[in-house]
């Protein structure tokens, strides 16, 4: 049997066949796929995604995979943030790249102020919660 810990501290426990299967979706195959890969039914897959457990540590995988991507796409926001900037202000460069650098410098700067807005706002409405 494969543990896996879920958000709520308790233990799921699936069986060797679920964890290689899970490990399957998780990396991205469809469920004819992970079904294939492991010599079962797409239909048993279909059954144990409505399992609780199978379904939690599904989704708990897919949150860690999720996290650490967007870990990595913060990280390589310095550099494209850097990139704009160097093409925005290359005075030599054409002038339609420098619009368009420039332009999405100011567009993704708005929505990140409009989402720290909102986070802030949230975060004050969840402290006035009782």
């Not at 679920?18 to 039914?41: C, D, F």
């Not at 943030?81 to 100011?106: F, H, N």
Request: net charge negative; with cysteine; charged share 20%.
């Amino acid at each position: 049997m494969k543990s896996n810990g879920n958000e709520g501290g308790e233990v799921l426990e699936l069986t060797g066949k679920q964890g290689a299967v899970l490990a399957a979706l998780i990396g991205g195959a469809s469920i004819e796929g992970a079904a294939k890969a492991n010599k079962i039914r797409p239909a048993t897959v279909h059954a144990w995604l409505k399992i609780a457990a199978f379904a939690d540590a599904y989704r708990v995988a897919l949150n860690d995979v999720i996290a650490h991507s967007g870990g990595q796409l913060k990280a390589a926001c310095a550099v494209a943030v850097a990139t704009l900037r160097e093409v925005a202000e290359d005075s030599a460069a054409p002038s339609a790249p420098r619009v368009s650098a420039a332009r999405a410098i100011i567009e993704l700067s708005q929505r990140m102020i409009e989402q720290e807005e909102v986070i802030s706002r949230i975060e004050a409405l969840e402290a006035l919660a009782p």
